[in-house]
């Protein structure tokens, strides 16, 4: 159940409790007297009480589907948006910035772990504080890459494993020609 509606359920359920509670001890009483005016003000008590929570239960429901639409409109809104994101994430100039974004991040990360240089400064060259903006930086264009290019390494490693392993196979099947050709090769100059 919605936990809005619960507590509104809950107060809904008291009430019809407390009425069917308060109808069947008034009925249990034992009196000599019967009176029939008692009985009406006790129904029109409980219609009127009836009639509240009916009243209120509608206006819940009223209030629910007023929400539910104005979240219908805001999910269409961030869908529209979704959309536009990723046409635009796909333009020349989103690409071209992407492509310059990861080839910093390949010269930044080649100074931090390869020994490369920025401006003919290495990174074991820089003060502790220098080291720790380098680093900084490579994270920050880390995270810039991974919201555009959700799970780039991941993809980044397919595609160079599935590359290595069409490499070697190419050059399994050189091998393999090589290794024909060189038999050729030595038999020819043998028979010589």
């Known amino acids: 159940m919605n936990k809005k509606l619960y507590p509104m359920y809950m107060k809904g359920l008291t009430a019809i409790f407390t009425v069917a509670l308060s109808s069947t001890l008034i009925g249990c009483q034992t009196t000599k007297t019967e009176n029939t005016e008692p009985q009406t003000t006790e129904t029109q008590n409980t219609d009127s009480t009836t009639n509240e929570i009916n009243e209120y239960l509608e206006s819940q ?12 409109i805001m999910l269409d809104g961030a869908e529209s948006l979704k959309e536009s994101a990723s046409e635009s994430a796909n333009s020349e100039e989103v690409q071209s910035e992407l492509s310059k974004a990861m080839d910093n991040f390949k010269v930044l990360s080649d100074f931090i772990f390869n020994g490369g240089e920025i401006d003919g400064v290495t990174f074991s060259e820089l003060s502790d504080e220098g080291k720790e903006s380098a680093k900084k930086a490579l994270n920050s264009l880390d995270n810039t890459i991974n919201e555009l290019v959700p799970n780039y390494k991941e993809r980044f490693k397919e595609w160079f494993t599935d590359s290595a392993a069409k490499g070697l196979d190419a050059l399994d099947s050189l091998k393999d020609k090589g290794s ?9 100059r043998k028979t010589r």
């Open 61 to 72: 429901m009223q209030k629910d589907t007023q929400a539910e639409a104005a979240i219908s």
């Open 180 to 188: 024909a050709i060189w038999d050729e090769i030595q038999s020819k």
